[in-house]
Protein backbone atom coordinates (compact mmCIF):
# COMPACT_ATOMS: atom_id res chain seq x y z
CA UNK A 1 0.00 0.00 0.00
CA UNK A 2 1.13 3.71 -0.52
CA UNK A 3 0.41 6.64 1.64
CA UNK A 4 -0.90 9.45 0.56
CA UNK A 5 2.40 12.40 0.52
CA UNK A 6 1.23 15.81 -0.19
CA UNK A 7 3.93 18.88 -0.33
CA UNK A 8 1.96 20.18 3.13
CA UNK A 9 1.95 16.74 5.33
CA UNK A 10 4.37 15.96 7.96
CA UNK A 11 3.29 13.03 10.09
CA UNK A 12 1.93 10.24 10.25
CA UNK A 13 3.28 8.82 7.04
CA UNK A 14 6.23 9.32 4.97
CA UNK A 15 9.07 11.71 6.62
CA UNK A 16 8.53 14.67 4.60
CA UNK A 17 12.13 16.02 5.32
CA UNK A 18 13.54 12.53 4.39
CA UNK A 19 11.58 12.21 1.07
CA UNK A 20 12.24 15.29 -0.27
CA UNK A 21 16.03 15.09 0.42
CA UNK A 22 16.08 11.99 -1.07
CA UNK A 23 14.70 13.07 -4.30
CA UNK A 24 17.00 16.14 -4.33
CA UNK A 25 19.70 13.61 -3.84
CA UNK A 26 18.36 12.58 -7.66
CA UNK A 27 17.46 15.15 -9.61
CA UNK A 28 18.69 18.34 -8.04
CA UNK A 29 16.67 20.92 -5.87
CA UNK A 30 15.92 23.23 -9.29
CA UNK A 31 13.96 20.06 -10.09
CA UNK A 32 11.82 18.70 -7.07
CA UNK A 33 9.47 21.72 -7.03
CA UNK A 34 6.92 22.09 -3.62
CA UNK A 35 6.07 25.88 -3.81
CA UNK A 36 2.18 26.09 -5.18
CA UNK A 37 2.72 29.12 -7.04
CA UNK A 38 5.15 26.61 -9.28
CA UNK A 39 3.39 23.46 -9.00
CA UNK A 40 -0.50 25.06 -9.79
CA UNK A 41 -0.52 24.23 -13.67
CA UNK A 42 0.59 19.98 -12.79
CA UNK A 43 -2.33 19.65 -10.38
CA UNK A 44 -5.13 20.75 -12.08
CA UNK A 45 -5.96 18.93 -15.39
CA UNK A 46 -6.71 20.51 -19.06
CA UNK A 47 -10.82 20.66 -18.30
CA UNK A 48 -9.90 22.07 -15.16
CA UNK A 49 -12.70 19.13 -13.81
CA UNK A 50 -9.87 17.44 -11.83
CA UNK A 51 -7.99 19.42 -9.41
CA UNK A 52 -5.34 17.75 -7.05
CA UNK A 53 -4.50 18.67 -3.71
CA UNK A 54 -0.50 20.24 -2.94
CA UNK A 55 2.05 17.84 -3.71
CA UNK A 56 5.47 17.54 -5.27
CA UNK A 57 6.69 17.77 -8.46
CA UNK A 58 9.93 15.99 -10.08
CA UNK A 59 11.49 16.01 -12.93
CA UNK A 60 13.98 13.50 -14.04
CA UNK A 61 16.57 14.40 -16.81
CA UNK A 62 17.69 10.83 -17.63
CA UNK A 63 16.11 7.15 -17.79
CA UNK A 64 18.01 6.48 -14.67
CA UNK A 65 16.96 9.51 -12.72
CA UNK A 66 13.35 8.51 -13.28
CA UNK A 67 14.17 4.61 -12.08
CA UNK A 68 16.32 6.09 -8.84
CA UNK A 69 12.79 8.74 -8.61
CA UNK A 70 10.84 5.51 -8.56
CA UNK A 71 13.05 3.53 -6.09
CA UNK A 72 12.39 6.33 -3.44
CA UNK A 73 8.79 6.32 -3.99
CA UNK A 74 9.34 2.96 -3.33
CA UNK A 75 11.24 3.06 -0.49
CA UNK A 76 8.96 5.51 1.18
CA UNK A 77 5.51 3.99 -0.01
CA UNK A 78 4.33 7.55 -2.38
CA UNK A 79 2.56 6.99 -4.70
CA UNK A 80 3.65 7.99 -8.14
CA UNK A 81 1.48 10.23 -10.86
CA UNK A 82 3.63 10.22 -14.82
CA UNK A 83 2.93 13.43 -16.28
CA UNK A 84 3.44 14.39 -19.66
CA UNK A 85 1.98 17.40 -21.23
CA UNK A 86 -1.03 16.95 -18.89
CA UNK A 87 -3.38 17.20 -22.08
CA UNK A 88 -5.37 14.29 -20.83
CA UNK A 89 -9.15 14.41 -21.12
CA UNK A 90 -10.12 11.58 -18.80
CA UNK A 91 -8.38 12.52 -15.45
CA UNK A 92 -5.71 10.39 -15.31
CA UNK A 93 -2.86 12.78 -15.41
CA UNK A 94 -3.19 14.44 -12.14
CA UNK A 95 -2.87 12.63 -8.70
CA UNK A 96 -6.36 12.96 -7.32
CA UNK A 97 -5.42 9.98 -4.74
CA UNK A 98 -2.58 11.23 -2.92
CA UNK A 99 1.32 10.98 -4.33
CA UNK A 100 3.80 12.63 -6.44
CA UNK A 101 3.74 14.32 -9.97
CA UNK A 102 6.91 12.42 -11.95
CA UNK A 103 6.89 15.08 -14.81
CA UNK A 104 8.42 13.49 -17.88
CA UNK A 105 8.90 16.70 -19.88
CA UNK A 106 13.07 16.67 -19.47
CA UNK A 107 13.27 13.30 -21.22
CA UNK A 108 13.64 14.77 -24.53
CA UNK A 109 16.29 12.47 -26.13
CA UNK A 110 15.60 12.90 -29.50
CA UNK A 111 17.62 10.63 -31.72
CA UNK A 112 18.27 11.09 -35.77
CA UNK A 113 15.68 9.30 -37.83
CA UNK A 114 16.30 6.01 -39.48
CA UNK A 115 15.24 7.08 -42.64
CA UNK A 116 16.51 3.28 -44.49
CA UNK A 117 14.20 1.51 -41.67
CA UNK A 118 11.54 4.15 -41.01
CA UNK A 119 12.02 4.44 -37.40
CA UNK A 120 12.80 7.25 -34.88
CA UNK A 121 13.70 7.01 -31.30
CA UNK A 122 12.36 9.75 -28.57
CA UNK A 123 12.24 10.54 -24.88
CA UNK A 124 9.19 10.50 -23.31
CA UNK A 125 8.89 14.15 -23.13
CA UNK A 126 9.38 15.03 -26.82
CA UNK A 127 6.02 16.91 -27.78
CA UNK A 128 4.42 15.60 -30.85
CA UNK A 129 4.57 18.61 -32.50
CA UNK A 130 8.40 18.31 -32.31
CA UNK A 131 8.77 15.28 -33.27
CA UNK A 132 6.64 15.48 -36.26
CA UNK A 133 9.16 18.46 -37.46
CA UNK A 134 11.64 15.89 -36.61
CA UNK A 135 10.62 13.71 -38.71
CA UNK A 136 9.45 15.81 -41.75
CA UNK A 137 12.92 17.97 -41.73
CA UNK A 138 14.63 13.86 -42.37
CA UNK A 139 11.71 13.62 -45.48
CA UNK A 140 9.71 11.51 -43.39
CA UNK A 141 6.59 11.70 -41.37
CA UNK A 142 4.85 10.15 -37.98
CA UNK A 143 1.05 9.16 -38.34
CA UNK A 144 -0.05 9.75 -35.67
CA UNK A 145 -1.76 13.34 -34.88
CA UNK A 146 -3.81 15.27 -32.94
CA UNK A 147 -4.94 18.82 -32.00
CA UNK A 148 -3.13 19.33 -28.58
CA UNK A 149 0.52 17.98 -30.87
CA UNK A 150 2.20 21.34 -28.90
CA UNK A 151 1.70 20.09 -25.81
CA UNK A 152 0.82 16.32 -25.56
CA UNK A 153 4.28 14.30 -25.05
CA UNK A 154 4.98 11.21 -26.79
CA UNK A 155 5.42 9.60 -23.76
CA UNK A 156 1.48 10.46 -23.08
CA UNK A 157 0.42 9.34 -26.47
CA UNK A 158 1.79 6.13 -26.05
CA UNK A 159 0.38 5.50 -22.25
CA UNK A 160 -3.00 6.55 -23.55
CA UNK A 161 -2.78 4.79 -27.00
CA UNK A 162 -3.90 8.13 -28.56
CA UNK A 163 -6.08 8.02 -32.00
CA UNK A 164 -6.24 11.32 -33.41
CA UNK A 165 -6.90 12.53 -36.66
CA UNK A 166 -5.43 10.53 -39.33
CA UNK A 167 -6.64 6.82 -37.58
CA UNK A 168 -8.21 5.86 -40.78
CA UNK A 169 -5.02 5.63 -42.63
CA UNK A 170 -2.62 4.61 -40.16
CA UNK A 171 -4.09 3.20 -36.81
CA UNK A 172 -3.78 4.31 -33.24
CA UNK A 173 -0.58 4.41 -31.11
CA UNK A 174 0.01 1.32 -30.43
CA UNK A 175 -0.09 0.37 -34.62
CA UNK A 176 2.93 2.94 -34.68
CA UNK A 177 4.62 1.48 -31.58
CA UNK A 178 7.70 -0.32 -32.52
CA UNK A 179 9.68 -0.25 -29.30
CA UNK A 180 9.76 0.74 -25.98
CA UNK A 181 12.03 1.66 -22.83
CA UNK A 182 9.72 1.58 -19.16
CA UNK A 183 10.64 1.95 -15.58
CA UNK A 184 9.19 -0.34 -13.04
CA UNK A 185 7.79 -0.26 -9.74
CA UNK A 186 11.11 -1.58 -8.33
CA UNK A 187 13.14 0.69 -10.80
CA UNK A 188 14.33 -1.75 -12.79
CA UNK A 189 14.17 -0.50 -16.46
CA UNK A 190 12.77 -3.02 -19.22
CA UNK A 191 14.52 -1.08 -22.40
CA UNK A 192 13.75 -2.53 -26.24
CA UNK A 193 13.72 0.16 -28.65
CA UNK A 194 15.51 -1.30 -31.11
CA UNK A 195 12.27 -1.01 -33.26
CA UNK A 196 12.53 -4.60 -35.41
CA UNK A 197 10.22 -5.31 -38.15
CA UNK A 198 10.39 -8.78 -36.84
CA UNK A 199 10.69 -9.93 -33.87
CA UNK A 200 8.68 -12.81 -32.18
CA UNK A 201 10.49 -13.30 -28.90
CA UNK A 202 7.35 -13.63 -26.46
CA UNK A 203 4.90 -11.16 -25.16
CA UNK A 204 4.19 -7.70 -26.68
CA UNK A 205 5.44 -5.29 -23.64
CA UNK A 206 5.44 -2.48 -25.85
CA UNK A 207 1.85 -2.93 -26.78
CA UNK A 208 0.75 -3.41 -23.05
CA UNK A 209 2.26 -0.14 -21.87
CA UNK A 210 0.64 1.02 -24.33
CA UNK A 211 -2.65 2.56 -23.40
CA UNK A 212 -1.88 1.38 -19.45
CA UNK A 213 -2.41 5.22 -18.28
CA UNK A 214 0.86 4.91 -16.23
CA UNK A 215 -0.67 2.34 -14.17
CA UNK A 216 2.12 0.04 -14.54
CA UNK A 217 5.37 2.12 -15.24
CA UNK A 218 6.84 4.78 -16.61
CA UNK A 219 7.76 5.24 -20.60
CA UNK A 220 10.55 6.75 -20.54
CA UNK A 221 11.53 6.81 -24.47
CA UNK A 222 9.84 4.92 -27.68
CA UNK A 223 10.57 4.06 -30.89
CA UNK A 224 8.09 4.72 -33.40
CA UNK A 225 7.41 3.53 -36.83
CA UNK A 226 7.62 6.67 -39.51
CA UNK A 227 6.68 6.54 -43.13
CA UNK A 228 7.04 8.74 -46.57
CA UNK A 229 5.24 11.57 -46.64
CA UNK A 230 2.65 12.27 -49.80
CA UNK A 231 3.74 14.88 -52.03
CA UNK A 232 -0.04 15.16 -53.19
CA UNK A 233 -2.31 16.51 -50.53
CA UNK A 234 -5.88 17.81 -50.66
CA UNK A 235 -8.28 18.32 -47.75
CA UNK A 236 -12.11 19.06 -48.47
CA UNK A 237 -14.50 21.02 -46.46
CA UNK A 238 -17.81 19.48 -47.31
CA UNK A 239 -21.42 20.84 -45.83
CA UNK A 240 -24.22 18.60 -45.80
CA UNK A 241 -27.95 19.40 -45.50
CA UNK A 242 -28.72 16.92 -42.22
CA UNK A 243 -26.51 14.85 -40.11
CA UNK A 244 -28.01 11.83 -41.74
CA UNK A 245 -26.89 12.34 -45.28
CA UNK A 246 -22.91 13.86 -43.80
CA UNK A 247 -22.68 10.58 -41.80
CA UNK A 248 -24.22 8.53 -45.04
CA UNK A 249 -21.15 10.36 -47.25
CA UNK A 250 -18.81 8.51 -45.19
CA UNK A 251 -19.76 5.75 -46.03
CA UNK A 252 -19.84 6.17 -49.57
CA UNK A 253 -16.40 8.04 -49.35
CA UNK A 254 -14.51 4.83 -47.79
CA UNK A 255 -16.26 2.75 -50.69
CA UNK A 256 -14.68 5.11 -53.18
CA UNK A 257 -11.04 3.74 -53.16
CA UNK A 258 -9.67 7.03 -52.26
CA UNK A 259 -6.37 7.62 -50.27
CA UNK A 260 -7.98 8.98 -47.17
CA UNK A 261 -6.25 9.78 -44.43
CA UNK A 262 -9.45 11.51 -42.52
CA UNK A 263 -12.65 12.08 -42.48
CA UNK A 264 -14.19 14.50 -39.64
CA UNK A 265 -17.40 15.02 -38.60
CA UNK A 266 -18.41 18.82 -37.59
CA UNK A 267 -22.47 19.91 -37.14
CA UNK A 268 -23.26 23.36 -37.49
CA UNK A 269 -24.01 24.56 -34.08
CA UNK A 270 -20.45 23.56 -33.51
CA UNK A 271 -18.79 24.96 -36.62
CA UNK A 272 -21.13 28.82 -36.17
CA UNK A 273 -19.50 28.43 -32.32
CA UNK A 274 -16.23 28.38 -33.63
CA UNK A 275 -16.68 30.86 -36.23
CA UNK A 276 -17.94 33.52 -33.23
CA UNK A 277 -15.22 32.38 -30.68
CA UNK A 278 -12.47 33.03 -33.13
CA UNK A 279 -13.65 35.42 -35.58
CA UNK A 280 -13.16 33.04 -38.26
CA UNK A 281 -14.74 34.06 -42.00
CA UNK A 282 -18.06 31.71 -42.99
CA UNK A 283 -16.56 29.69 -45.71
CA UNK A 284 -19.80 29.00 -47.83
CA UNK A 285 -21.64 32.30 -46.72
CA UNK A 286 -24.15 30.51 -45.03
CA UNK A 287 -24.36 27.25 -42.26
CA UNK A 288 -24.88 23.95 -42.95
CA UNK A 289 -26.49 21.02 -40.69
CA UNK A 290 -23.29 19.43 -40.71
CA UNK A 291 -19.88 18.79 -42.51
CA UNK A 292 -17.24 16.78 -43.07
CA UNK A 293 -13.36 17.49 -43.45
CA UNK A 294 -11.62 14.92 -45.87
CA UNK A 295 -8.10 14.49 -46.46
CA UNK A 296 -6.10 12.51 -49.05
CA UNK A 297 -2.81 11.85 -49.72
CA UNK A 298 -1.37 9.83 -52.37
CA UNK A 299 1.72 9.78 -54.61
CA UNK A 300 -0.15 11.37 -57.87
CA UNK A 301 -2.48 14.34 -58.01
CA UNK A 302 -5.81 13.45 -55.69
CA UNK A 303 -8.00 16.90 -56.00
CA UNK A 304 -9.40 15.38 -58.92
CA UNK A 305 -10.24 12.01 -57.69
CA UNK A 306 -11.73 13.72 -54.32
CA UNK A 307 -13.97 15.93 -56.37
CA UNK A 308 -15.39 13.10 -58.69
CA UNK A 309 -16.50 11.09 -55.50
CA UNK A 310 -17.88 14.02 -54.14
CA UNK A 311 -19.53 14.63 -56.81
CA UNK A 312 -22.53 11.85 -56.50
CA UNK A 313 -22.89 12.47 -52.61
CA UNK A 314 -26.78 12.80 -51.39
CA UNK A 315 -27.26 15.82 -49.77
CA UNK A 316 -24.30 17.63 -50.67
CA UNK A 317 -24.84 21.95 -50.60
CA UNK A 318 -21.31 23.02 -50.63
CA UNK A 319 -17.46 22.18 -50.99
CA UNK A 320 -14.73 24.17 -50.82
CA UNK A 321 -11.17 22.61 -51.71
CA UNK A 322 -7.85 23.49 -50.39
CA UNK A 323 -4.40 21.82 -51.72
CA UNK A 324 -1.53 23.96 -50.33
CA UNK A 325 -0.31 23.40 -46.91
CA UNK A 326 -1.66 27.09 -45.10
CA UNK A 327 -5.23 26.58 -46.95
CA UNK A 328 -5.43 23.24 -45.52
CA UNK A 329 -4.48 24.39 -42.23
CA UNK A 330 -6.90 27.46 -42.42
CA UNK A 331 -10.01 24.57 -43.15
CA UNK A 332 -8.81 22.37 -39.99
CA UNK A 333 -8.96 25.50 -37.93
CA UNK A 334 -12.63 24.61 -38.14
CA UNK A 335 -11.89 21.58 -37.05
CA UNK A 336 -8.85 21.24 -34.23
CA UNK A 337 -10.51 24.59 -32.11
CA UNK A 338 -14.03 22.59 -31.49
CA UNK A 339 -12.31 21.56 -27.93
CA UNK A 340 -11.14 24.99 -26.80
CA UNK A 341 -14.24 26.69 -27.93
CA UNK A 342 -16.43 24.46 -26.01
CA UNK A 343 -13.80 24.63 -23.18
CA UNK A 344 -14.57 28.36 -23.00
CA UNK A 345 -18.21 27.92 -22.43
CA UNK A 346 -17.26 26.09 -19.18
CA UNK A 347 -16.20 22.36 -18.61
CA UNK A 348 -18.24 20.18 -20.03
CA UNK A 349 -19.19 16.85 -19.62
CA UNK A 350 -17.08 14.97 -22.45
CA UNK A 351 -17.58 11.46 -23.43
CA UNK A 352 -15.37 10.28 -26.08
CA UNK A 353 -17.35 7.13 -27.61
CA UNK A 354 -17.45 5.11 -30.63
CA UNK A 355 -19.88 2.74 -32.19
CA UNK A 356 -19.67 1.07 -35.53
CA UNK A 357 -19.04 3.60 -38.32
CA UNK A 358 -22.92 2.56 -39.83
CA UNK A 359 -24.29 3.65 -36.55
CA UNK A 360 -22.97 6.90 -36.37
CA UNK A 361 -25.83 8.61 -38.14
CA UNK A 362 -28.24 6.90 -35.78
CA UNK A 363 -26.35 7.48 -32.65
CA UNK A 364 -25.89 11.18 -33.23
CA UNK A 365 -29.32 11.92 -33.87
CA UNK A 366 -30.60 10.22 -30.75
CA UNK A 367 -27.89 11.39 -28.87
CA UNK A 368 -28.84 14.68 -29.27
CA UNK A 369 -32.89 14.12 -29.35
CA UNK A 370 -32.62 12.24 -25.82
CA UNK A 371 -30.25 15.21 -24.10
CA UNK A 372 -32.46 17.82 -25.46
CA UNK A 373 -35.79 15.80 -24.10
CA UNK A 374 -34.28 15.36 -20.86
CA UNK A 375 -32.32 18.45 -20.06
CA UNK A 376 -33.88 21.47 -22.03
CA UNK A 377 -31.67 23.75 -20.52
CA UNK A 378 -27.73 21.85 -21.38
CA UNK A 379 -26.53 22.30 -25.04
CA UNK A 380 -25.42 19.00 -27.04
CA UNK A 381 -21.84 19.83 -28.99
CA UNK A 382 -21.09 16.47 -30.98
CA UNK A 383 -18.09 16.23 -33.74
CA UNK A 384 -15.39 13.82 -34.30
CA UNK A 385 -13.46 11.29 -36.06
CA UNK A 386 -16.24 9.82 -38.05
CA UNK A 387 -14.52 7.60 -40.77
CA UNK A 388 -13.67 5.45 -37.51
CA UNK A 389 -16.42 5.64 -36.05
CA UNK A 390 -15.38 7.97 -33.13
CA UNK A 391 -17.70 10.68 -32.12
CA UNK A 392 -16.81 13.17 -29.40
CA UNK A 393 -20.10 14.16 -27.06
CA UNK A 394 -19.74 17.30 -25.16
CA UNK A 395 -22.39 18.72 -23.21
CA UNK A 396 -22.64 22.13 -21.32
CA UNK A 397 -24.93 24.05 -18.98
CA UNK A 398 -25.89 20.49 -17.15
CA UNK A 399 -25.97 20.69 -13.43
CA UNK A 400 -23.65 18.80 -11.41
CA UNK A 401 -26.59 16.04 -10.15
CA UNK A 402 -27.79 15.48 -13.82
CA UNK A 403 -24.30 14.64 -15.05
CA UNK A 404 -23.88 11.09 -14.33
CA UNK A 405 -27.87 9.72 -15.12
CA UNK A 406 -27.15 12.08 -18.60
CA UNK A 407 -23.39 10.18 -18.95
CA UNK A 408 -25.55 6.61 -18.33
CA UNK A 409 -28.00 7.22 -20.83
CA UNK A 410 -25.24 8.13 -23.58
CA UNK A 411 -22.85 4.99 -22.50
CA UNK A 412 -25.76 2.87 -22.42
CA UNK A 413 -27.00 3.76 -25.86
CA UNK A 414 -23.22 2.99 -27.25
CA UNK A 415 -23.10 -0.39 -24.90
CA UNK A 416 -26.41 -1.21 -27.03
CA UNK A 417 -24.51 0.08 -30.52
CA UNK A 418 -21.73 -2.45 -29.80
CA UNK A 419 -19.45 0.14 -29.37
CA UNK A 420 -16.93 1.54 -26.88
CA UNK A 421 -17.43 4.04 -23.88
CA UNK A 422 -13.89 4.99 -24.29
CA UNK A 423 -12.53 5.82 -27.95
CA UNK A 424 -8.96 7.10 -27.66
CA UNK A 425 -9.00 9.60 -24.51
CA UNK A 426 -8.65 6.42 -22.23
CA UNK A 427 -10.27 5.32 -18.80
CA UNK A 428 -8.66 7.31 -16.20
CA UNK A 429 -10.56 8.40 -13.51
CA UNK A 430 -13.92 9.27 -15.63
CA UNK A 431 -14.79 5.98 -16.96
CA UNK A 432 -13.52 3.69 -14.72
CA UNK A 433 -16.72 3.00 -13.51
CA UNK A 434 -17.64 1.71 -17.15
CA UNK A 435 -14.76 -0.66 -17.26
CA UNK A 436 -16.38 -3.66 -16.48
CA UNK A 437 -19.64 -3.22 -18.07
CA UNK A 438 -17.61 -2.32 -21.13
CA UNK A 439 -14.79 -5.33 -20.73
CA UNK A 440 -16.37 -7.99 -18.80
CA UNK A 441 -15.09 -10.04 -15.46
CA UNK A 442 -12.92 -12.06 -16.93
CA UNK A 443 -10.76 -9.55 -18.97
CA UNK A 444 -10.66 -6.96 -15.21
CA UNK A 445 -9.50 -9.97 -13.65
CA UNK A 446 -7.04 -10.21 -16.10
CA UNK A 447 -6.24 -6.68 -15.54
CA UNK A 448 -5.94 -6.82 -11.92
CA UNK A 449 -3.58 -9.65 -12.35
CA UNK A 450 -1.26 -7.88 -14.73
CA UNK A 451 -1.50 -4.75 -12.49
CA UNK A 452 -0.65 -7.02 -9.11
CA UNK A 453 2.35 -8.64 -11.02
CA UNK A 454 4.09 -5.41 -12.01
CA UNK A 455 2.84 -3.40 -9.63
CA UNK A 456 2.55 -5.29 -6.14
CA UNK A 457 2.50 -2.65 -3.63
CA UNK A 458 0.26 -0.33 -5.95
CA UNK A 459 2.49 2.51 -6.40
CA UNK A 460 1.66 3.52 -9.74
CA UNK A 461 -1.60 6.09 -10.28
CA UNK A 462 -4.21 4.97 -7.52
CA UNK A 463 -7.46 5.65 -8.22
CA UNK A 464 -6.85 5.30 -12.31
CA UNK A 465 -8.22 3.01 -15.05
CA UNK A 466 -9.13 -0.04 -12.75
CA UNK A 467 -12.54 -0.39 -10.51
CA UNK A 468 -12.24 -0.01 -6.76
CA UNK A 469 -11.93 -3.17 -5.51
CA UNK A 470 -15.34 -4.67 -4.88
P1 LIG B 1 -0.90 13.50 -19.92
O1 LIG B 1 -2.17 14.25 -20.02
O2 LIG B 1 0.18 14.13 -19.15
O3 LIG B 1 -1.20 12.06 -19.30
C1 LIG B 1 -2.25 11.26 -19.80
C2 LIG B 1 -2.17 9.88 -19.13
O4 LIG B 1 -0.98 9.21 -19.51
C3 LIG B 1 -2.13 9.94 -17.62
O5 LIG B 1 -2.79 8.81 -17.11
C4 LIG B 1 -0.64 9.86 -17.29
O6 LIG B 1 -0.40 9.31 -16.01
C5 LIG B 1 -0.13 8.97 -18.39
N1 LIG B 1 1.23 9.27 -18.81
C6 LIG B 1 1.68 10.40 -19.42
N2 LIG B 1 2.98 10.28 -19.72
C7 LIG B 1 3.37 9.06 -19.30
C8 LIG B 1 4.61 8.34 -19.32
N3 LIG B 1 5.70 8.86 -19.88
N4 LIG B 1 4.63 7.10 -18.80
C9 LIG B 1 3.52 6.54 -18.24
N5 LIG B 1 2.34 7.17 -18.20
C10 LIG B 1 2.26 8.41 -18.72
N6 LIG B 1 -6.54 12.46 -27.68
C11 LIG B 1 -6.73 11.61 -28.73
O7 LIG B 1 -6.58 10.40 -28.56
N7 LIG B 1 -7.10 12.08 -29.96
C12 LIG B 1 -7.28 13.40 -30.20
O8 LIG B 1 -7.63 13.79 -31.31
C13 LIG B 1 -7.04 14.31 -29.14
N8 LIG B 1 -7.17 15.65 -29.33
C14 LIG B 1 -7.00 16.50 -28.29
C15 LIG B 1 -7.14 17.87 -28.52
C16 LIG B 1 -7.01 18.76 -27.46
C17 LIG B 1 -7.15 20.23 -27.73
C18 LIG B 1 -6.71 18.28 -26.17
C19 LIG B 1 -6.53 19.22 -25.01
C20 LIG B 1 -6.55 16.92 -25.93
C21 LIG B 1 -6.70 16.02 -26.99
N9 LIG B 1 -6.54 14.64 -26.81
C22 LIG B 1 -6.70 13.78 -27.86
C23 LIG B 1 -6.22 14.10 -25.48
C24 LIG B 1 -4.71 14.11 -25.13
O9 LIG B 1 -4.01 15.05 -25.90
C25 LIG B 1 -4.11 12.74 -25.33
O10 LIG B 1 -4.70 11.84 -24.42
C26 LIG B 1 -2.60 12.69 -25.17
O11 LIG B 1 -2.16 11.42 -25.56
C27 LIG B 1 -2.11 12.99 -23.76
O12 LIG B 1 -0.72 13.24 -23.80
P2 LIG B 1 -0.02 14.03 -22.59
O13 LIG B 1 1.45 14.02 -22.81
O14 LIG B 1 -0.63 15.37 -22.44
O15 LIG B 1 -0.38 13.10 -21.36
C1 LIG C 1 -10.72 15.91 -30.70
O1 LIG C 1 -10.70 15.07 -31.59
O2 LIG C 1 -11.10 17.06 -30.90
C2 LIG C 1 -10.19 15.50 -29.38
O3 LIG C 1 -10.20 14.15 -29.15
C3 LIG C 1 -10.46 16.37 -28.22
C4 LIG C 1 -11.86 16.39 -27.68
O4 LIG C 1 -12.58 15.40 -27.79
O5 LIG C 1 -12.20 17.39 -27.07
ZN1 LIG D 1 -10.53 13.08 -30.96
Known sequence: MTTSFDAESSSPGPSRAGF??????????????????????????????????????????????????????SIHGVAVCPQGGNTGLVGGSVPLDGGLVVSTRRLRRLDAVDVAAGRLTAGAGVTLGDLHRHAIAAGMAYGV??????????????????????????????????????????GSVIRDLAGLEKDNTGYDLAGLFCGSEGTLGIITAVTVRLHRPFPEMVTGLLAFDSVATATAAVRSLTAAYLPLEAIELMLGPGF????????????FGRGHAAYLLVDCADATPVTERLASAVGDLDGLEDAAVADDGPRRSSLWRYRELHTEAVAGIG??????????????????????????????????????????????????????????????????????????????????????????????????????????????????QPGVLLPDAP
Not at 155 to 171: E, F, K, M, Q
Not at 366 to 384: K, N
Open 20 to 73: VDDLIGVVGADNVLSAPEVTGSYLVDWTGRFRAGPAVVVRPATTEETAAVVRVC
Open 145 to 186: DLGARDSATIGGTVATNAGGNNVIRYGMTRDNLVGIEVVLAD
Open 272 to 283: ELIRSTFDLPSV
Open 347 to 460: PPLKLDVSVPVGDVGRFVEQTIDDVEASHPEARVWIWGHAGDGNVHVNITGLDAASEEPCAASILDLVISLDGSVSAEHGIGRLKKDWLLRQRGPVDVRVFRAIKTALDPEGIF
